[in-house]
């Protein structure tokens, strides 16, 4: 598994220093989060964002990860 750092280039995630790490949790954590709250948005709020419900249920399950 890599992150990308605030360079661009792509360096494994035991090679972060604590504050890059705390970064990289931090948008994971983020990205899980507005993963879930995709699958509570309605049609009408899904269309004003641009996605059907079918691109939201698989954004919802892709690994925080990615």
Do not use: N, Y
Not at 36 to 45: A, I, K, P, S, V
Request: glycine share 4%.
């Amino acid at each position: 598994m890599a992150w990308t750092s605030r360079v661009g280039k792509s360096i494994p995630v035991w090679g972060l220093s604590f504050r890059d790490l705390t970064a990289c949790i931090c948008l994971w954590q983020q990205r899980a989060r507005s993963r879930r709250e995709l699958l509570w948005l309605d049609e009408r709020q899904l269309q004003d964002i641009g996605i059907d419900r079918q691109a939201a249920v698989e954004e919802a399950h892709k690994p925080f990860w990615r």
